[in-house]
Nanobody
């Protein structure tokens, strides 16, 4: 049973925007913190942002002011709105529920002119 499913990645020019979606199973969405992580080629996977069931958020310093994480309770979905994208944001982005160990399959984001 698939617990976390990402969508919304793609190719975008520097300065552009993308919105990623993470559709979660109902139990995970309603109980656990969900976050976005990313892994660039040759680098370790790193935290991007998290949101808990009370909609409290946490961001990596590298994305503060550019990325916004949010949740839609009616759709059991967590979003990552990414603005002012930079080439260094290029990575595979993963949805993750840390307290459960579940990961999504990942979605590629490429920022390039």
């Amino acid at each position: 049973q698939v617990q976390l499913v990402e969508s919304g990645g793609g190719l975008v020019q520097p300065g552009g925007s993308l919105r990623l979606s993470c559709a979660a199973s109902r139990i995970i969405f309603s109980v656990y913190t969900i976050g976005w992580f990313r892994q660039a080629p040759g680098k370790q996977r790193e935290l991007v942002a998290t949101i808990n069931v009370g909609s409290n958020t946490n961001y990596a310093d590298s994305v503060k002011g550019r990325f916004t994480i949010s949740r839609d309770n009616a759709k059991n979905t967590v979003y990552l709105q990414m603005n002012s994208l930079k080439p260094e944001d290029t990575a595979v982005y993963y949805c993750h529920a840390p307290q459960t160990g579940y990961w999504g399959q990942g979605t590629q984001v490429t920022v390039s002119s």
